[in-house]
């Protein structure tokens, strides 16, 4: 079975610190990616990456920047938290298309 | 217009009841297309891919019109642990980026 963690099931945070958010998977899969998912918004791409150092822009890069130093490990981070940054945050992986997904980690920035 | 459209719902059935959802996709280059389930405070997970012919699993069938773009789901003799968020899913470029619907929830009730 695929497994992917994140860090933390829930997470708040005061408004302008600076927020990381961890994802490890453990199939070996060489495509990560993070969404954030809303209420009527549904699930909206932040980042992806394809490898290890590699990185792409999905639909709603800003504000966020990703690192991936290692194949099984994919980070998100808020270089200065705001309030409507406040969201549920789901990690995935995939080999080909399907995608598994992490737990979430639903942030509060306060 | 969102690329990927669904009806929120909710969807009330009673048990054993059937219900067919359908969600349609803007962007006629789609290649692949599936159905997600998101049970409540979960992750999403893979139900089905949707093929060209259709498919079935189950009590569970997908189908797929390219013409008019859209994709149905047909859920037969409901349970009650059917109720879930289901996630239309379009891949438009052949690679492993999914666009997500907003999903429609369906409740299916005693």
């Known amino acids: 079975d695929v497994k992917v963690t994140q860090s933390s099931r829930y997470l708040v945070k005061r408004t302008g610190e600076k927020v990381f958010l961890e994802c490890v998977q453990d199939?070996?899969?060489?495509?990560m990616f993070w969404y954030r998912q809303d209420p009527g918004l549904g699930l909206r791409l932040i980042y992806f990456?394809?490898?290890?150092?590699?990185?792409e822009k999905g639909d709603i890069p800003e504000g966020y920047s990703v690192s991936r130093e290692k194949k099984e490990r994919f980070s998100l981070i808020l270089e200065s938290a705001s309030t409507n940054q406040t969201s549920m945050y789901l990690c995935?992986?995939?080999?080909?298309?399907?995608?598994?997904f992490g737990p979430g980690t639903r942030l509060t920035v306060t | 217009r969102k690329e990927v459209e669904q009806d929120p719902g909710p969807f009330n059935v009673p048990e054993g009841a059937t219900v067919a959802f359908n969600c349609t996709y803007s962007n006629s280059a789609s290649q692949s297309f599936f159905w997600y389930r998101q049970d409540c405070r979960k992750e999403p997970k893979l139900l089905m891919s949707?093929?060209?012919s259709g498919n079935e699993d189950g009590r569970f069938t997908a189908q797929l019109n390219r013409a008019s773009q859209y994709i149905s789901l047909l859920i037969r003799d409901s349970k009650l642990s059917d109720s879930a968020t289901y996630l239309c899913?379009?891949?438009?470029?052949?690679?492993?980026?999914?666009?997500f619907g907003g999903g429609t929830r369906l409740m299916v009730k005693p």
């Open positions: 199939m070996d899969h060489e495509n």
């Open positions: 995935a992986s995939s080999l080909r298309e399907e995608q598994y």
């Open positions: 899913v379009v891949n438009y470029n052949a690679g492993n980026m999914l666009t």
């Open positions: 949707v093929y060209s």
């Open positions: 990456s394809y490898d290890v150092k590699m990185k």
